[in-house]
Nanobody
Framework: QVQLVESGGGLVQAGGSLRLSCAASGRTFSNYAMGWFRQAPGKEREFVAAISWSGGSTYYADSVKGRFTISRDNAKNTVYLQMNSLKPEDTAVYYC???????????????????WGQGTQVTVSS
């Protein structure tokens, strides 16, 4: 089992920045690819960003490319999502997820992920 706890959400004005953190515990963090997903009210969950277990591969949704950066610190069992130039349409609950995989790849499909956190709210005001 892997437990994931997100933090760092909040209220920010458009154009501002936030950094989300996801702390993992329970199993060897470096064995897991990690992803960030989000869900806005009335909408389906969507992929945001992913990073392979080594950190050598990253993948972003087109909507956040160039504005968001995913990174990880395996020594701290933590994955981050730096969000810059935030827009009101980025408002959502953000979830981190862990995918146990021997392949050093970053994945966008939520169904491939084994564990999920409880989410952290991000609200961007216009």
């Amino acid at each position: 089992q892997v437990q994931l706890v997100e933090s760092g959400g909040g209220l920010v004005q458009a154009g501002g920045s936030l950094r989300l953190s996801c702390a993992a515990s329970g199993r060897t963090f470096s064995n897991y690819a990690m992803g960030w997903f989000r869900q806005a009210p009335g909408k389906e969950r969507e992929f945001v960003a992913a990073i392979s277990w080594s950190g050598g591969s990253t993948y972003y949704a087109d909507s956040v490319k160039g504005r968001f950066t995913i990174s990880r610190d395996n020594a701290k069992n933590t994955v981050y999502l730096q969000m810059n130039s935030l827009k009101p349409e980025d408002t959502a609950v953000y979830y981190c997820a862990a995918d146990f995989s021997p392949l050093d790849t970053a994945k966008a499909m939520g169904a491939l992920y084994d564990y999920w956190g409880q989410g952290t709210q991000v609200t961007v005001s216009s």
